[in-house]
Nanobody
Framework: QVQLVESGGGLVQAGASLRLSCSASGRTFSRYAMGWFRQAPGKESEFVAA????????YYADSVKCRFTISRDNAKNTVYLQMNSLRREDTAVYYC???????????WGQGTQVTVSS
């Protein structure tokens, strides 16, 4: 089992930055691909970004490319999502996930709310 706990969400104005963190405990963190999904009110869950265990390969949704950066620190069992130039449409609950493969979603966190005001 892997337990995931997100933090770092909040209310910000458009153009601001936030950094989300996801702390993992349980089984060997470094073996898992990690990612972020988000869900806005009334919308389906959307892939945001992912990173392989090796930290070499990263993946992004087109909507966040060049604005968001995913990274991980295997020594700290933590994955980060640096979000810059935030837009109103980035408003959502952001969920951290872990899996044997990118986006597999074997384990999920409880989510953290990000609200961007204009």
């Amino acid at each position: 089992q892997v337990q995931l706990v997100e933090s770092g969400g909040g209310l910000v104005q458009a153009g601001a930055s936030l950094r989300l963190s996801c702390s993992a405990s349980g089984r060997t963190f470094s073996r898992y691909a990690m990612g972020w999904f988000r869900q806005a009110p009334g919308k389906e869950s959307e892939f945001v970004a992912a990173i392989r265990w090796s930290e070499i390969s990263t993946y992004y949704a087109d909507s966040v490319k060049c604005r968001f950066t995913i990274s991980r620190d295997n020594a700290k069992n933590t994955v980060y999502l640096q979000m810059n130039s935030l837009r109103r449409e980035d408003t959502a609950v952001y969920y951290c996930e872990a899996g044997g493969r990118v986006g597999q979603g074997d384990y999920w966190g409880q989510g953290t709310q990000v609200t961007v005001s204009s």
